[in-house]
């Protein structure tokens, strides 16, 4: 009888001290956008347009990207924006089924978020409380190291989820020296943690 109250107690205890745990993991977990767009144990205080500056260097960009199956880049492999919360990371590149003289280029926002802060996110929340993508082009222009291309960029689409699509002079591209830029704004979401 003494065996069977020890063994009841001893599980009894690994059983509370495995929830115990999990609660403590569960409060340090950082959060997700999604927790923050959700406002699920969140608050967003302010949100704003923010501009950010794509930086490409050309080094990185293979020949495939001219095809049409193109080149799909290892997740963080070519960040084009980072800042202490948010990496925009280039996801792939190909040629456009549309013209020869266009690539798509497919980014995608990656988020290193604590528990209170700033992030910049495709996302803006409007007043009926629905989200819509914000994420466009402050020019059309793209500056590089040697030269300035006008007229060598558009936005092709936003979405699914955290990513956005430009179309892309395939000539700017060989052409460009160094690194190309391209300014672009999003939504800058303020938000902190509920108590």
């Known amino acids: 009888m003494k065996k069977r109250t020890v063994l009841s107690a001893a599980s009894a205890v690994i059983v509370l001290t495995a929830g115990i745990g999990f609660l403590f993991k569960s409060s340090l977990s950082p959060p997700t956008i999604d927790d923050i767009t959700a406002e699920k144990g969140y608050t967003i205080s302010n949100q704003e347009y923010a501009d950010f500056t794509i930086s490409i260097q050309t080094s990185l960009l293979p020949d495939s990207i001219y095809t049409k199956e193109g080149h799909t880049f290892d997740r963080g492999e070519v960040v084009v924006y980072q800042n202490e919360t948010t990496s925009i990371c280039l996801e792939r590149a190909m040629l456009s ?99």
């Open 97 to 195: 089924n549309e013209s020869e003289d266009q690539l798509y280029l497919i980014f995608h926002y990656d988020y290193d978020l604590p528990e209170s802060g700033s992030v910049l996110t495709p996302y803006q929340k409007t007043a009926t409380g629905a989200y819509t993508n914000t994420v466009d082009l402050r020019s059309r222009d793209i500056t590089a190291t040697d030269s300035v291309y006008p007229d060598s960029a558009a936005l092709r689409g936003q979405g699914p989820a955290e990513r956005f699509a430009l179309y892309v002079s395939a000539d700017t591209c060989r052409q460009a020296a160094g690194t190309m830029t391209i300014e672009a704004y999003c939504s800058k979401l303020t938000y902190r943690k509920d108590m």
